[in-house]
């Protein structure tokens, strides 16, 4: 039994001064997503039955391949965001929490360079 009381057990542990940052930041990707997806499907649909001769001279168009990085960016740091919420309130133990988060850190860096490379690889073709 302790002679402390209550507040003074968490008194001086604060927050982290991280959550309203990442509360933001999913919000502003959320909003930035909503046009980029309206586009990217409009896009995809509209091109969806070309050659790709005629795919590479849409994606080669300066607008084009920059809303197309965008997308990639936004999306997979939205999905970051994501998955961490998700690990952060349901994975235990602490380590384990750590692990996924590294390794979907990981994956999504890794899914972004090979996507923006292959943006840019046909764009610049």
Same mark, same amino acid.
């Given at each position: /039994?302790?002679?402390?009381?209550?507040?003074?057990?968490v008194?001086?542990?604060?927050?982290a001064?991280?959550?309203?940052?990442?509360?933001?930041m999913q919000?502003?990707?959320?909003i930035?997503l909503?046009?980029?997806?309206?586009w990217?499907?409009?896009?995809m #649909?509209?091109?969806?039955?070309?050659?790709?001769?005629?795919?590479?001279q849409?994606?080669?168009?300066?607008?084009?391949?920059?809303? /197309?990085?965008?997308? #990639?960016v936004?999306?997979?740091?939205?999905?970051?965001?994501?998955m961490?919420v998700?690990? @952060?309130?349901?994975?235990?133990? @602490?380590?384990? /929490?750590?692990?996924?988060?590294?390794?979907?850190?990981?994956a999504?860096f #890794?899914?972004?360079?090979?996507? =923006?490379?292959?943006?840019?690889? =046909?764009?610049l073709?």
């Amino acid at each position: /039994m302790s002679l402390r009381t209550p507040l003074a057990h968490v008194r001086g542990l604060g927050t982290a001064k991280d959550g309203t940052h990442h509360w933001w930041m999913q919000r502003v990707t959320s909003i930035a997503l909503v046009p980029l997806v309206v586009w990217f499907a409009f896009s995809m #649909l509209s091109y969806s039955r070309v050659d790709y001769a005629v795919f590479q001279q849409w994606l080669s168009r300066p607008l084009n391949a920059g809303l /197309m990085v965008t997308f #990639l960016v936004t999306v997979l740091y939205h999905a970051k965001l994501g998955m961490q919420v998700i690990y @952060e309130d349901y994975v235990r133990p @602490e380590w384990a /929490m750590y692990v996924a988060l590294l390794v979907t850190q990981f994956a999504l860096f #890794l899914l972004g360079a090979i996507s =923006i490379i292959s943006v840019l690889k =046909i764009a610049l073709a």
